[in-house]
């Protein structure tokens, strides 16, 4: 799995790109042309640091990362698209100096390293690689379709010079066919009107090949063949794309772990750990009151962790409150939260040391624990400052054992009985909306059903001024930040805040 490819050229880091700015070959901003898209066949041949491979993949993990927030939302398909072109542009764009001007090249680079680089680090397991999958073909489809749309006429040269550029062999129908089948073609849902009938081409494909169209009636079939307009080849091209990526990771992870092993000391670690990495907003930190002051205290995480935590990390507070400790994993992934959180490690510290020294000696948690809490904060070790996990690395980890551990993701690694039961008992909305959160559990929709828990306990939220559901059901930080912004924004009108209530109630 050649990651890199030979040494060929050295793009700018991305920081220095977005500053200086290029101009060659820009053109206005809104405007899609067929350089936009590409089926990544081509191993890149980019020389990076390690320091641009990780921001290059990190600023396409964040568009990724988008795509699957923006789906757990349910948005309309022009507030989908509106909002994708938004982080396109912010995380995989570079923009000439005076900011109305992109700079394809430069932006190509981007794509395309970033592309291979997660690629890359998605392809060591099947449930990597099936969310990879399912993020760059809707990305894929996004663009495609900018293209495709760019000329309603049916005459669209960009999306023309994408398909000669990739070598799609495509059945052209004549003028003369198209003429003979012209009532037939054009009493096709959709289609182009008398006028614009005459400029558009048409191409004959397989039946097998657009089950697609064929299943919405966007196309006419006859003898075994669909007979599809330019415009809607996407649908065809974006099929293709999916087989075809598939296959790339499949055949990547035969030889990954050889290649990790082989750049231990280099791009191994990043690769592995890249799924894990934080993206969201403000990570590590704090996240603050409505007075301005830190949320997360050792005298506030009790009544934080019932007014503003989601369910997963409820439940590590509860095993902690109940037992007076946690095991390993529990400590790992709620440790990380509560740091990400942005609770301090003096805080961290005295809030662990509260609970454990419930059940041993002040002597005995020094000795077991503290070390390792420090380690989280990057004050011993190698002092790297470890990121919270994510959804994704939460629901792949480890699942927790029976009444031992509280690691873990509810929604993935509860029965359905004992997460129906637990819903009850914490009041989580009325019978109809628990209903609602077990069946996306049961489809094995876990993040959904955790957004599905967050618009539940916070209604008409992204109505709500100041409140940004960005990573909602994907981080569980992002979760607890969009919670405490909700209801400061709630209290904020009645003279007392969501700060005050947690400070009186942490005190008592």
Sequence with gaps: MNVAGPIRSRPPPLSDVKK?????????????????????LDVPSFELSLDEFEEYALARL?????????????????????????????????????????????????????HFI????????????????????????????????????????????????????????????????REKLMSVPGGPNPVEFHGTEYYRVPFIQALELVSRRECYVERGYAYVPLVRIVSIVAAKFR??????????????????????????????????????????????????????????????ADQSMPLCMQQLHTGLKRDHK??????????????????????????????????????????????????????????????????????????PQSGV??????????????LSALLGKLKIGNMGDRDAIMALKKDGNFQLACAKHFEVMHPAAASVDGVSLDGVGNHPNAWFSSSVSYHNAKSGGNGTTSMDVVKTEGAV
């Design 326 to 399: 946690l095991k390993h994993q529990g400590r790992l992934q709620y440790g990380l939260f509560i740091k990400g959180a942005g609770m301090s490690l003096e805080e961290h510290t005295l809030f662990f040391q509260r609970e454990f020294t419930r059940i041993m000696t002040s002597e005995q948690f020094n000795k077991g624990y503290s070390y390792s809490i420090r380690h989280m904060h990057g004050k011993e070790g190698k002092r790297a400052s470890y990121t919270p996990y994510n959804c994704t690395k939460i629901i792949l980890g480890n699942p």
């Design 243 to 304: 087989a075809s990526l598939s296959k790339s990771l499949a055949l990547a992870s035969g030889v990954f772990g050889q290649v990790a092993h082989d750049e231990a000391a280099r791009i191994g670690p990043l690769l592995k750990s890249m799924n894990s990495q934080y993206t969201g907003p403000g990570a590590p930190s704090a996240v603050v009151g409505a007075d301005g002051e830190e949320v997360l205290t050792a005298a506030t995480v009790d009544a934080m």
């Design 118 to 181: 997660l690629r890359a680090a998605y392809c060591r397991t099947e449930e990597l690689r099936r969310w990879f999958l399912a993020q760059e073909c809707r990305l894929f489809r996004h663009r495609l379709e900018t293209v495709a749309q760019k000329n309603h006429g049916g005459n669209n040269d960009a999306l023309r010079d994408f398909l000669a550029r990739n070598d799609f062999d495509l059945d052209r129908v004549t003028r003369a066919e198209k003429e003979k089948l």
């Design 405 to 418: 551990e509280h690691h873990g993701c509810p929604y993935k690694h509860y029965d359905d009985a004992n």
């Design 20 to 40: 200086r700015g290029y101009a060659d070959g820009g053109s206005a901003l809104g405007g899609a042309a067929a350089a936009d898209v590409d089926m990544y």
């Design 62 to 114: 964040k568009v990724l990362r988008k795509i699957e927030e923006m789906k757990t939302r349910n948005l309309s398909p022009e507030l989908f698209r509106s909002q994708l072109d938004t982080s396109i542009k912010t995380n995989l764009t570079i923009l000439s100096t005076d900011s109305k001007k992109i700079n394809y090249s430069e932006s190509k680079k981007i794509d395309i390293a970033s």
